[in-house]
């Protein structure tokens, strides 16, 4: 995996050149250097980049596949995008979305009152909101005044009592109304682990019976002219394309039969999210079936197929991707702290006069390994470490005989690896799983990749230097929470490799790729870890580095945290205080000495200071 699989998940933003990872634009800036640059502003700890042109990317092509297959397919219906506030709400982000899909008419989707206000505030003019989830009378008094204030803005419902409320309201609030959708409950759902969404049994949408029912409600009440949309989602990160078609094919139905039934103002139908990307290193584990070309006829073709077929208009399309548009704007950047198995170096032999015979063989083997006996004697290097390991537990050797034994395997063990490269593929890494190196990396994967953790989803992770030298540790990686589920465990299936690297020396930099959707707001601060610092880089030709770093912004200090957590900050500065001045162990000065200190650790932030260079 000599390039990590960039080829796979990369999308071709990123390049490798002189042994870094370089941004795929303008003068091809390398992360390592944009890191190092926030870094000499004393900035410490993980650091999220945020690439305005992978949002445009992402945007510019959703678009232009949809107007292609519209072409291809002489659709007559529009193409219509919003953007799901809840796959990242951070105004890093938000706001260059928002700005950057302007020409589109790119809109936003709500699920939630705070996000329909975010949404009222900040969406371009004209273009579209949709309003999804549980509504009470408050968020569809807030969706009114959205249309009040001249707002685009469809409120889908989820069940009949909310369309009784929005009936209500509607009698009571001015003229200017929402449209209306009705979420649709499809047999169809997806295939993968966010699958929920769709299919008969989920938490959201109306039965058949149910939407007979709402056309009927609206006709009593005078608003059936305001139902304009059906909508469905059958889940995000749809990894295989058929069942997609099946739901589109059951709302295309459902569509047409609807407006047979007198709801003339029905144009368009919402396909929600589900848009996939590809998260896998590897080809044998590929994370979906489709291309978004593939998508965009998919959809195109069959709308129109069954349009046709019931002689009814093409509708409007309505698409809420979400992860595919965010994703891959944002790479988590974290510094190696440490490698558990670093000390095993020639410097940390300690050899007696007169060795056990195993210990000498295994420095035997070590000095005389070459490419043509590298494998055997790895072999015979691990048969004498059990060895050897069973001699101590039985008293036999002592603990200057156990401390060579692991400084020699681990020594044999980078030779070997190094010398067979890619060779004897199968053998090292059944070895390489027995002999992980742990890389202690400064972030929380709860806070920072809390999917992993939840359901196991896995990101691409490379180093952001050394990308022309091998990898030679196979790595489990560590997170810096208590918690031993913070760990990224070497996984034969979908394993990393990585460098063998002295931090003391230069700073090892990991990048965690693809974490812009729905990494950021799930986060949990475990530990009193929080959101990382964050910046926003913009690719620019003018300036002679080539990027500009906008928008910097620290993770929070300790106070601000214990603040959030609704904790009394004062009090706990009069706490620390208080038990300052009274220990006796102090003297004055050092008391002053002291308190300066816990100022200091107040106001920074939570993430630790890596040792060695990180350190200066
Ligand atoms: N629309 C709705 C109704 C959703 O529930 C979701 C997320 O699950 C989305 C859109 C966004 O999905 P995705 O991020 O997979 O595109």
Same mark, same amino acid.
């Given at each position: 995996?000599?390039?990590?699989?960039?080829?796979?998940?990369?999308?071709?933003?990123?390049?490798?050149?002189?042994?870094?990872?370089?941004?795929?634009?303008?003068?091809?800036?390398?992360?390592?250097?944009?890191?190092?640059?926030?870094?000499?502003?004393?900035? %410490?700890?993980?650091?999220?980049?945020?690439?305005?042109?992978?949002?445009?990317?992402?945007? =510019?092509?959703?678009?232009? #596949?949809?107007?292609?297959?519209?072409?291809?397919?002489?659709?007559?219906?529009?193409?219509?995008?919003?953007?799901?506030?809840?796959?990242?709400?951070?105004?890093?982000?938000?706001?260059?979305?928002?700005?950057?899909?302007?020409?589109?008419?790119?809109?936003?989707?709500?699920?939630?009152?705070?996000?329909?206000?975010?949404?009222?505030?900040?969406?371009?003019?004209?273009?579209?909101?949709?309003?999804?989830?549980?509504? +009470?009378?408050?968020?569809?008094?807030?969706?009114?005044?959205?249309?009040?204030?001249?707002?685009?803005?469809?409120?889908?419902?989820?069940?009949?009592?909310?369309?009784?409320?929005?009936?209500?309201?509607?009698?009571?609030?001015?003229?200017?109304?929402?449209?209306?959708?009705?979420?649709?409950?499809?047999?169809?759902?997806?295939?993968?682990?966010?699958?929920?969404?769709?299919?008969?049994?989920?938490?959201?949408?109306?039965?058949?019976?149910?939407?007979?029912?709402?056309?009927?409600?609206?006709?009593?009440?005078?608003?059936?002219?305001?139902?304009?949309?059906?909508?469905?989602?059958?889940? #995000?990160?749809?990894?295989?394309?058929?069942?997609?078609?099946?739901?589109?094919?059951?709302?295309?139905?459902?569509?047409?039969?609807?407006?047979?039934?007198?709801?003339?103002?029905?144009?368009?139908?919402?396909?929600?999210?589900?848009?996939?990307?590809?998260?896998?290193?590897?080809?044998?584990?590929?994370?979906?079936?489709?291309?978004?070309?593939?998508?965009?006829?998919?959809?195109?073709?069959?709308?129109?197929?069954?349009?046709?077929?019931?002689?009814?208009?093409?509708? =409007?399309?309505?698409?809420? #991707?979400?992860?595919?548009? *965010?994703?891959?704007? *944002?790479?988590?950047?974290?510094?190696?702290?440490?490698?558990?198995?670093?000390?095993?170096?020639?410097?940390?032999?300690?050899?007696?006069?007169?060795?056990?015979?195993?210990?000498?063989?295994?420095?035997?083997?070590?000095?005389?390994?070459?490419?043509?006996?590298?494998?055997?004697?790895?072999?015979? $290097?691990?048969?004498?470490?059990?060895?050897?390991?069973?001699?101590?537990?039985?008293?036999?050797?002592?603990?200057? +005989?156990?401390?060579?034994?692991?400084?020699?395997?681990?020594?044999?063990?980078?030779?070997?690896?190094?010398?067979?490269?890619?060779?004897?593929?199968?053998?090292?890494?059944?070895? !390489?799983?027995?002999? !992980?190196?742990?890389?202690?990396?400064?972030? $929380?994967?709860? !806070?920072?990749?809390?999917?992993?953790?939840?359901?196991?989803?896995?990101?691409?992770?490379?180093?952001?230097?050394?990308? +022309?030298?091998?990898?030679?540790?196979?790595? $489990?990686?560590?997170?810096?929470?208590?918690?031993? =589920?913070?760990?990224?465990?070497?996984?034969?299936?979908?394993?990393?490799?990585?460098? +063998?690297?002295?931090?003391?020396? %230069?700073?090892?930099?990991?990048?965690?790729?693809?974490?812009?959707?729905?990494?950021?707001?799930?986060?949990? $601060?475990?530990?009193?870890?929080?959101?990382?610092?964050?910046?926003?880089?913009?690719?620019?030709?003018?300036?002679?580095?080539?990027?500009?770093?906008?928008?910097?912004?620290?993770?929070?200090?300790?106070?601000?945290?214990?603040?959030?957590?609704?904790?009394?900050?004062?009090?706990? !500065?009069?706490?620390?205080?208080?038990?300052?001045?009274? #220990?006796?162990?102090?003297?004055?000065?050092? %008391?002053?000495?002291?308190?300066?200190?816990?100022?200091?650790?107040?106001?920074?932030?939570?993430?630790?200071?890596?040792?060695?260079?990180?350190?200066?």
């Amino acid at each position: 995996m000599g390039n990590y699989g960039l080829n796979i998940w990369g999308s071709n933003n990123f390049v490798i050149e002189n042994g870094k990872v370089c941004i795929n634009k303008g003068m091809k800036p390398a992360l390592y250097d944009i890191v190092e640059e926030i870094r000499k502003g004393d900035i %410490r700890g993980p650091i999220l980049l945020r690439f305005p042109h992978l949002i445009k990317k992402q945007i =510019d092509t959703v678009y232009n #596949s949809f107007r292609k297959a519209k072409v291809e397919f002489h659709y007559n219906g529009e193409f219509n995008a919003v953007y799901p506030l809840k796959v990242n709400q951070y105004p890093g982000f938000v706001k260059n979305l928002v700005e950057i899909g302007k020409p589109y008419g790119y809109g936003l989707e709500a699920g939630s009152k705070a996000e329909l206000l975010l949404a009222m505030s900040y969406n371009n003019d004209d273009a579209p909101i949709t309003v999804n989830g549980f509504k +009470d009378k408050e968020m569809i008094n807030i969706g009114f005044i959205a249309a009040e204030m001249g707002h685009n803005i469809t409120l889908t419902i989820e069940g009949l009592n909310e369309l009784e409320s929005i009936i209500e309201t509607a009698g009571e609030r001015f003229a200017p109304k929402p449209n209306i959708g009705l979420r649709i409950r499809l047999h169809s759902s997806g295939i993968g682990i966010w699958a929920k969404s769709g299919g008969i049994n989920s938490k959201f949408g109306l039965t058949s019976t149910e939407l007979i029912k709402a056309v009927s409600m609206l006709k009593d009440a005078g608003l059936l002219e305001y139902f304009t949309m059906i909508h469905f989602h059958i889940g #995000s990160q749809i990894t295989d394309i058929n069942p997609l078609k099946k739901a589109l094919r059951e709302a295309g139905n459902i569509y047409a039969e609807l407006r047979k039934m007198g709801a003339h103002n029905l144009k368009a139908i919402n396909l929600g999210g589900g848009l996939a990307i590809e998260y896998s290193q590897y080809k044998n584990t590929l994370n979906r079936n489709y291309t978004l070309a593939e998508y965009a006829n998919d959809v195109v073709f069959l709308l129109k197929t069954i349009a046709n077929q019931k002689q009814e208009p093409e509708p =409007d399309i309505f698409i809420e #991707s979400g992860r595919y548009i *965010a994703a891959s704007h *944002a790479i988590l950047i974290a510094p190696v702290l440490e490698l558990f198995s670093q000390e095993y170096t020639e410097g940390k032999l300690f050899l007696k006069e007169k060795n056990p015979p195993l210990v000498a063989e295994l420095l035997d083997l070590y000095r005389s390994m070459k490419p043509g006996n590298a494998l055997e004697y790895l072999h015979d $290097s691990i048969d004498h470490m059990e060895s050897l390991l069973t001699l101590f537990d039985l008293g036999y050797i002592d603990l200057q +005989d156990r401390s060579n034994t692991e400084v020699l395997v681990n020594l044999v063990i980078k030779r070997a690896v190094s010398m067979l490269g890619d060779k004897n593929l199968t053998e090292i890494m059944d070895i !390489q799983e027995r002999v !992980q190196e742990r890389y202690l990396v400064n972030f $929380s994967l709860f !806070q920072s990749l809390p999917d992993y953790w939840g359901i196991g989803q896995t990101f691409p992770v490379m180093p952001l230097d050394r990308l +022309d030298e091998t990898p030679t540790r196979s790595a $489990s990686l560590w997170d810096i929470t208590c918690d031993s =589920d913070g760990e990224i465990g070497f996984n034969l299936n979908n394993p990393l490799f990585l460098h +063998d690297v002295d931090v003391t020396e %230069r700073n090892y930099f990991l990048g965690f790729f693809l974490v812009g959707a729905y990494q950021e707001v799930l986060g949990m $601060s475990h530990n009193l870890f929080t959101h990382p610092t964050e910046a926003v880089i913009r690719i620019e030709d003018k300036d002679p580095k080539g990027y500009v770093v906008e928008g910097l912004l620290e993770s929070q200090c300790i106070q601000d945290i214990l603040e959030d957590m609704d904790y009394d900050v004062r009090e706990i !500065q009069d706490n620390l205080h208080e038990r300052i001045e009274k #220990s006796p162990l102090i003297d004055d000065k050092q %008391r002053k000495h002291i308190l300066g200190e816990i100022y200091l650790f107040l106001n920074d932030n939570g993430y630790l200071k890596t040792i060695g260079k990180e350190g200066e």
